[in-house]
């Protein structure tokens, strides 16, 4: 029996056929991740897919042989995330290359259609253009959108797209379906068609105002990975004066609100406890992107003053005896441990203190309901339970709402139980933002502030991300300083809030901080008879790939450079190098050199301040500038503050070496309060010297990017 169900959608009737038997429900799910996200999001469709009677055949966008776009009949969904400062993640990048094949041509995939999900940080200049690559190139080559494209945000929070956008998938699908359905009812009855892709909702969804406008109007088709809870009338053990909503403690609407919570997603993993005895893997095991070396520190100087708001390191590292190399500007990746007292800490909240050198075995769970379930690549086969905390989960991790769904169910008593389920429901989504997000809970915060949750092993090795190493410029010249690296960092310091009443360091820059305190502050029993340090600490490091932040190959050509703070570290290894080429080339051609240096204090944290000195008076560098942003000043006119501020004071200058010049442009540090600030000097000078508006400013800028005359090395 053929049902016909009539439903409004954009003020217009759309006609289904509900022919289940008939009509082909199957779609393919591509996902390209780079630390787990895009693959995370992916599987959650595939959970809800099932429940909407739907197939998802979900691949790696990178298994190329399990899946063919080139013969694909079905709706294709994509989930892509962007890394580095725009790249596509490396699991994308074959993908990428074929489908930017020149030769193809403008149909190749004008049999399909597809709807596309981006993850990125609008912190950073080239937002979601992994996702946007991949969008514009199906469109060039013919492809159609049956949904539009979701752009989602992690600085404000990929939920606020992510859910909304997987909530209207399923009406577009129907639609996709049907459309299908019609084609091949046309095809089958020798009928020409020129029907075009489904109608879908507005362009792309970006974590705006959009997103809130966003309906669904067919409240038939329900988000079936969610359960709708009673509610409850329980209420965590708080003050009757308790009228604020905190980390556990709920305030109406959402504490007297019915929630709307993810389904619990399948365990898939399996743990076992074996001996003590052997030996834990190399560090090296972990790391799949390339070689790693470890190397020692050989130095250590602090670079700002004792009351200085933000303490800088400068470290050392020998590389003479390895065949690491690097150029000035390059990045590495330096290997991280957790802290060795939230470790501890972590294994006596789970009962497993005794078990901490016991060697596991880490197996997928048999019969498991999980798509795609395989070994975890960054879980060494072998090794103690302490190695895994220590080296192989980022326990400091913000967890995720489904990982908060699966705590729901360790956790024993019911206000807290409530509290839980509140903060990964839709009805929690600001409290989940405000109180999880924004503040950086990690599990560890969770678990004292819920203690009644006890989770299970195999739970934390599910949910807990992959420890990544982290990524520090290089501040040196391999040629001015042979066999050794040099790094400069903040020591970043997580002062305590509401939501986290124990403050913290960086995972990274506080253990490299403690593991060379014995060289900034020796002691007469750590030091030998020639006054240096008895005992070599010894980092693992390796190489970043793919960076073009390096000097220009033409040494005639002039440079800018604006670096405040520690931005200034990949310019002490510019001006390293172009000395030494000064000193060895003297019938060399070397173009002008500025650098736009800014601290808070003067005398405080002044980064280099001697080094900078020197490169001035050798003619190394051509012209300093700096500002400080907290210091007073008694003079008639304040100087400015900021290195963007400096900028602007010289106007014809910049003009002069980017357009006239064709000079470099090269910018490091923070990007929302300064690259930014720095960008927008940069389209203004152009507009004002060029006299042109700032539309076409911003264009010159951008094609100034595009030749890789104005880069940027920035974090947010």
């Not at 709807?115 to 946007?132: A, H, I, P, R, V």
């Not at 509401?498 to 029993?525: D, F, I, M, Q």
């Amino acid at each position: 029996m053929i049902v016909f169900i009539c439903s409004i959608f954009k003020k217009k009737k759309v006609l289904f056929w509900e022919m289940r038997c008939d009509l082909k429900r199957r779609f393919l799910l591509l996902y390209a991740t780079q630390k787990g996200q895009a693959k995370a999001i992916a599987e959650e469709i595939w959970q809800q897919a099932g429940a909407h009677g739907l197939e998802a055949d979900m691949h790696c966008i990178s298994e190329m042989d399990k899946y063919n776009l080139e013969t694909e009949k079905d709706p294709v969904v994509i989930v892509i995330s962007t890394t580095g400062t725009g790249d596509p993640p490396d699991t994308a990048r074959k993908f990428v290359k074929k489908i930017q094949d020149t030769t193809l041509p403008p149909d190749h995939f004008a049999h399909l259609q597809y709807g596309l999900l981006g993850l990125g940080d609008s912190e950073y200049t080239f937002f979601c253009n992994g996702g946007k690559t991949v969008d514009r190139q199906l469109q060039e080559l013919g492809a159609q959108r049956f949904y539009d494209t979701g752009l989602a945000d992690d600085s404000v929070g990929l939920e606020l797209v992510v859910d909304p956008w997987i909530d209207g998938l399923w009406l577009a699908l129907e639609e996709a379906f049907l459309l299908q359905k019609e084609k091949e009812d046309m095809s089958s009855n020798g009928v020409s068609s020129s029907l075009s892709a489904a109608p879908h909702i507005g362009h792309e969804l970006n974590s705006s105002s959009e997103v809130q406008n966003l309906k669904l109007e067919d409240e038939r088709v329900r988000s079936a990975d969610v359960l709708t809870q009673k509610l409850v009338d329980i209420h965590l053990v708080t003050s009757t004066a308790d009228t604020e909503p905190s980390l556990v403690h709920s305030v109406p609407p959402v504490s007297q609100s019915a929630l709307n919570i993810p389904a619990l997603p399948p365990e898939y993993i399996e743990v076992q406890f074996q001996d003590t005895h052997g030996e834990n893997p190399h560090l090296s095991s972990l790391i799949s992107e390339g070689a790693t070396f470890e190397v020692p520190v050989t130095k250590a100087i602090q670079l700002t003053r004792e009351d200085a708001i933000k303490t800088a390191l400068l470290l050392e590292l020998d590389i003479a005896d390895t065949v690491f190399d690097y150029q000035p500007g390059d990045a590495f990746y330096v290997i991280c441990p957790n802290n060795v007292n939230e470790v501890e800490e972590l294994l006596h909240i789970l009962g497993l203190s005794e078990k901490a050198e016991y060697f596991v075995c880490v197996q997928v769970k048999q019969g498991t309901k999980k798509k795609g379930a395989a070994h975890l690549q960054h879980i060494p086969e072998r090794s103690t339970l302490k190695f895994i905390l220590t080296w192989c989960l980022e326990i400091r991790a913000i967890p995720k709402k489904a990982f908060l769904r699966a705590l729901v169910e360790c956790t024993s008593d019911a206000g807290e139980k409530r509290r839980l389920q509140e903060l990964c429901s839709r009805q929690g989504a600001s409290d989940y933002t405000r109180f999880i997000r924004d503040s950086n809970v990690c599990l560890l915060d969770l678990l004292r502030a819920f203690p009644s949750c006890k989770p299970s092993l195999n739970l934390l090795i599910e949910h807990l991300p992959k420890l990544q190493a982290r990524s520090y410029s290089v501040s040196s010249s391999n040629l001015y300083q042979p066999g050794k690296l040099c790094f400069v960092f903040n020591i970043v310091e997580f002062p305590a809030c509401p939501a986290r009443p124990v403050s913290r360091k960086g995972v990274c820059t506080g253990w490299l901080a403690e593991l060379v305190a014995p060289l900034l502050h020796p002691s007469k029993n750590t030091l030998n008879k020639k006054g240096g340090s008895s005992s070599t600490e010894k980092i693992s490091i390796f190489a970043r790939p793919n960076n073009t932040f390096h000097l220009p190959a033409d040494q005639s050509v002039p440079f800018m450079m604006v670096g405040p703070g520690t931005g200034i570290s990949p310019f002490i290894g510019f001006l390293q190098h172009r000395q030494k080429l000064r000193e060895e080339h003297t019938d060399w051609e070397f173009g002008e050199t500025w650098l736009f240096f800014g601290c808070r204090h003067q005398d405080r944290d002044y980064l280099f301040k001697d080094e900078l000195r020197c490169f001035l008076e050798n003619g190394t560098l051509t012209h300093l500038k700096v500002c400080f942003s907290r210091d007073s000043s008694t003079a008639e006119v304040a100087p400015p503050k900021y290195v963007q501020d400096v900028i602007r004071l010289y106007a014809k200058e910049v003009a002069r070496v980017l357009l006239k010049e064709r000079g470099y442009f090269y910018i490091c540090g923070d990007k929302k309060h300064m690259a930014d600030g720095v960008s927008d000097a940069v389209v203004d000078i152009l507009s004002m010297e060029m006299e042109a508006d700032k539309l076409e400013a911003m264009k010159i800028l951008a094609k100034l990017r595009e030749a890789k005359r104005y880069l940027q090395d920035v974090w947010s």
